[in-house]
C-alpha cells in the first residue's frame, strides 16, 4: 500500500464538497424534494431549531437578483457536503470498497442513514413513509449524483496534487 498524503486527501475533499454541494443544489432545482409547504422551514433550518439556534438567524437571508437566499442553511449544506467529501476523500485510501459504484453507493448509504434514520428519529423529517415519493427520488439521486462528483472530483485533484496515477 502506498502512503496516504493525507493533506492532499483533505484538501481533494474540501474542493469536491464544495463543487458536489453546488451539484446537489442544482439537482434540486430541477427535482424538488420538498413541498414549499414543508420546505418553509427546511432539514437545515429544522435542525438548528431543535438544538436551539432561534428563528431569525435560523431564516436570514441575503437578497440576490431581487432573491431571498437561506443563507444559514448553505452553510450547513455546505457544511455537510464538505465534510463527508473530505471523510470519503480521506477514507477511500483505506477501505478502498467504498469506492464501489464510484461513490454512488456511499451516496445511497449516507441518504439512508440521515433520511430514513437518523433525521426521522431526531424529528427533523417525516418518518421515512410519511415521506412522498417524490422527496425518496430527489434525495436517492440526488445523494447518488452528489458522492459521484465527490470521487470524480476528489479522485483526480488528489492524483493531480500528488504527482500520481
Known sequence: MTKVD???????????GVASGLVKLGWENILPPRT???NRT????RLLEQIGVPEKITHATYTYSDQQMPWVSFMVHFGFSTT???LYSVAEHYAPAIRI????LFGLGVWSAFHLGIMPA?????????QPAEEHVSEVLGHMAWMWTNHIIS?????ELTNTK
Open 155 to 159: 479522485d483526480e485533484l488528489y492524483h
Open 84 to 86: 463527508f467529501a473530505v
Open 6 to 16: 493525507f493533506k492532499a486527501a483533505v484538501i481533494a475533499g474540501t474542493v469536491a
Open 101 to 104: 459504484g464510484q461513490g454512488t
Open 122 to 130: 431526531m424529528g427533523t423529517v417525516p418518518s421515512a413513509k410519511d
Open 36 to 38: 414549499p409547504e414543508r
Open 42 to 45: 427546511n432539514p437545515p433550518q
